[in-house]
């Protein structure tokens, strides 16, 4: 795959469709190589005349590692719970930085920009950042970064902080068993979210990654008032099953965003199964229709 060097890194990333056409840029969530947006669905969204643009974050994948940066989990997380400032390797801004320097590279001025999860959120932080590389926003299964919403259930939240797997079946295993936690209930295939860890296991493990990149999520705190001066076409979409990001995220994410669209999805949790595909290609679709 191709990579790009952005914002004094380098960004791996893969292009579906015709780079003439308005470009979709997807980003990941939380430790999430370019594998989360699959092939299919990006296939699926290009077919539908969008220039689509997947890549790895920093620190995950064969973009570039921050593994010589010292960091202290543990104390990052006792300043979240005490409500002072998280120390972090970096932040969402930087990695929203990241995705402007690909889009440079791209020779692309103006993206519509979809994420999912910690990817919503960098989404969510590039238009407040960069608003004028920013065509239309889609946050999808996120949150504006205020504590009182997008709370996760006790179980998600353990799945969210278990132990990184030591082996390929470890990770095999250890993805299914959260996927039974904070999937879509009707459409948890095991085999299929096996096939994907084992996957990502083969192309670059990193777990390390995961943690850094959750003190940044941490680090960034409250989008509130960015979001609420935001004058970009935006669509949130959320599943009302979601149990790591709750539905009230989504909610507010919509209510604060000056003329958001909301699409709340039933069969949805946290993540993005093959039957949710069309749903969302359209949704999408409509939303980078709508911004021209």
């Known amino acids: 795959m191709p990579s790009a060097a952005a914002n004094g890194i380098e960004i ?21 190589q370019l594998l989360g947006w699959d092939e299919g669905f990006c296939r699926r969204l290009a077919g539908r005349g969008h220039h689509v643009v997947r890549f790895d974050n920093r620190d995950v994948g064969l973009s570039t590692w921050f593994d010589d940066v010292a960091f202290d989990f543990a104390a990052g997380f006792a300043a979240f719970r005490n ?21 440079d590279h791209l ?13 919503g959120m960098i989404a969510q932080t590039l238009a407040i950042d960069h608003p004028a590389r920013v065509a239309s926003l889609c946050s999808i299964m996120s949150s ?3 504590r009182e919403v997008g709370k996760p259930t006790p179980e998600a939240n353990a799945a969210l902080l278990a132990k990184p797997p030591r082996s390929r079946e470890d990770a095999v295993e250890l993805a299914i068993a959260n996927a039974r936690v904070i999937g879509s209930p009707p459409h948890v295939d095991p085999e299929r ?5 084992g996957a990502a296991y083969d192309r670059a493990f990193h777990p390390i990654a995961s943690a850094r990149q959750l003190l940044a999520v941490w680090q960034s705190g409250s989008r509130l008032e960015g979001l609420q001066a935001l004058q970009v076409p935006t669509l949130v979409i959320h599943g009302r099953c979601d149990p790591l990001i709750q539905l009230d995220g989504g909610l507010r994410t919509a209510e604060v965003v000056p003329g958001a669209d909301l699409l709340v999805l039933g069969d949805m949790g946290h993540d993005l199964a093959p039957p949710l595909w ?15």
């Open 12 to 32: 791996c990333y893969e292009t579906f469709g015709d780079p003439s056409n308005p470009t979709v840029l997807l980003i990941n969530g939380l430790g999430s």
């Open 193 to 197: 979210v096996g096939a994907v860890a």
């Open 107 to 119: 020779g692309v001025q103006q993206a519509h920009v979809a994420g999912m999860s910690m990817g």
């Open 144 to 146: 504006t970064g205020e």
């Open 278 to 292: 069309d749903r969302v290609v359209d949704a999408l679709s409509g939303l980078v229709a709508r911004a021209g």
């Open 83 to 103: 409500r002072e400032p998280v120390p972090a390797p970096y932040t969402l801004s930087d990695m929203a930085a990241d995705a402007v320097g690909l889009l």
